[in-house]
Nanobody
Framework: QVQVVESGGGLVQAGGSLRLSCAASGTIFRIDVMNWYRQAPGKQRELVAF???????KYVDSVKGRFTISWGNAKNTVYLQMSSLKPEDTGVYYC??????????WGQGTQVTVSS
């Protein structure tokens, strides 16, 4: 079972920045894709960004140009750099790791609150 742990959430004013971290461990398989999702109160969870083992990235339109997903130097660690934050970015941010044997594992989530 892969363990996934997120960190870095918090309270920030609109226009500010936060960097979220996600670390996956406990697998003998390579991590194929790391995903960041978010869930706002009363809304469905949505995919915000993902990065493949080859470094390909994709973002939801609402965060393009403001968020950047990247691999960290530590094994199986990814970051989500969030800039120009808006109140509508508020929510619980979840990381999901997908291994090469197609096993998906979720973290517990980290709260991001953007005040206006």
């Amino acid at each position: 079972q892969v363990q996934v742990v997120e960190s870095g959430g918090g309270l920030v004013q609109a226009g500010g920045s936060l960097r979220l971290s996600c670390a996956a461990s406990g697998t003998i398989f390579r991590i194929d894709v790391m995903n960041w999702y978010r869930q706002a109160p009363g809304k469905q969870r949505e995919l915000v960004a993902f990065i493949t083992s080859g470094g390909n990235t994709k973002y939801v339109d609402s965060v393009k140009g403001r968020f950047t997903i990247s691999w960290g130097n530590a094994k199986n660690t990814v970051y989500l750099q969030m800039s120009s934050l808006k109140p509508e970015d508020t929510g619980v941010y979840y990381c999901k790791a997908v291994t090469t044997n197609s096993q998906s594992s979720w973290g517990q989530g980290t709260q991001v609150t953007v005040s206006s």
